[in-house]
């Protein structure tokens, strides 16, 4: 554990910084608005919401509650938490459900445009005694057909040695464990950085009561989070957890895939451990 962080994580705090992240990204995106597609999507949420209302008989005092529950996650800023932990993993299998090459899945509210850019082979920034067990990831990206992919770019962000996101929480340097590592011309790349800890939704928040009400757990298995990409080929989103780690098998976020857990292996001679993964991109 690293021990410098004095102020507390709060689910208000990463809450309004993943509403704001969100926004900034939101000013450049397309909205698709066609009419009769929000008439269908909304009638049929709601025709389901009113199916649940009757088959379980809701009180109003029941219907009282949710009311006050989901003016509350607006006001603490966590429905890029909410949405992302328990709906984004079916858009993202629906998005991707024709792709060839490597799986990926949910983006989560974390991500930042922009990390810093690094050569071939990287350390991610990091605190002089950033914890955590050192970790080498290295692979290679390469095309559908085997091609090895020239121009292969490599954005990797992750939670520390305690849960946490740089940006996300208090504390800790801007770009700390992010980066975006530019592959060689065989779209080889080789990153070292620490392996991070489990994350838990915050608990203070109104997706904590929630959790709690409901009598589930709040965590989410450590995990890189990773955006590969080469020129003519389509970006992946994607995440990569470790096996035989704590919550592999009940991520809260519902997006582990057999695909996406590493087995790192002691580094010979060295200290930490080090693992290969190979992303296999499909042709725009
Ligand atoms: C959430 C956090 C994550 O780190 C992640 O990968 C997915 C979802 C969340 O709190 O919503
Ligand atoms: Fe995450």
């Known amino acids: 554990m690293t021990d410098t962080t004095i102020e507390q994580a709060t689910a208000a705090a990463s809450g309004a910084a993943a509403t704001e992240q969100f926004r900034t990204k939101q000013r450049t995106a397309t909205a698709d608005v066609d009419t009769k597609r929000v008439d269908t999507l909304v009638s049929e949420l709601l025709a389901a919401a009113h ?3 009757r088959r379980h008989k809701v009180t109003y005092a029941e219907y009282d509650v949710l009311k006050s ?10 429905w890029p938490l909410f949405l992302d ?8 299998e629906v998005a991707n459900e024709n792709r060839e090459g490597s799986k990926g899945t949910i983006e989560g509210p974390y991500y930042v445009p922009g990390a810093p850019r690094t050569p071939t082979e990287a350390t991610l920034p990091m605190r002089e005694n950033e914890g955590g067990i050192p970790l080498l990831f290295q692979g290679q990206v390469r095309s559908v057909d085997g091609t090895p992919l020239a121009g292969a770019m490599v954005e990797i962000w992750h939670a520390d040695d305690d849960g946490l996101y740089s940006q996300f929480a208090p504390g800790l340097p801007e770009w700390n464990l992010r980066g975006t590592v530019v592959g060689d011309e065989q779209g080889n790349f080789r990153i070292h950085t620490v392996q991070p800890a489990p994350y838990q939704i915050p608990t203070d928040g109104s997706c904590g009561r929630l959790i709690s009400a409901a009598g589930w757990h709040a965590w989410r298995p450590a995990h890189l989070h990773l ?13 990569l957890y470790f096996k035989g780690g704590e919550h592999v098998t009940d991520d809260i976020a519902s997006a582990v895939k057999p695909e996406l857990i590493l087995d790192p292996a002691p580094v010979a001679g060295g200290s930490g451990r080090e693992v290969t993964y190979d992303f296999v991109l499909d042709k725009a």
């Open 227 to 239: 955006k590969v990409s080469a020129p003519g080929h389509h970006l992946i989103t994607t995440q």
């Open 69 to 78: 529950w989901l003016i509350q996650v607006g006001a603490d800023g966590e």
């Open 51 to 53: 199916d649940i209302i």
């Open 85 to 92: 932990v328990w709906l984004e993993h079916v858009v993202e």
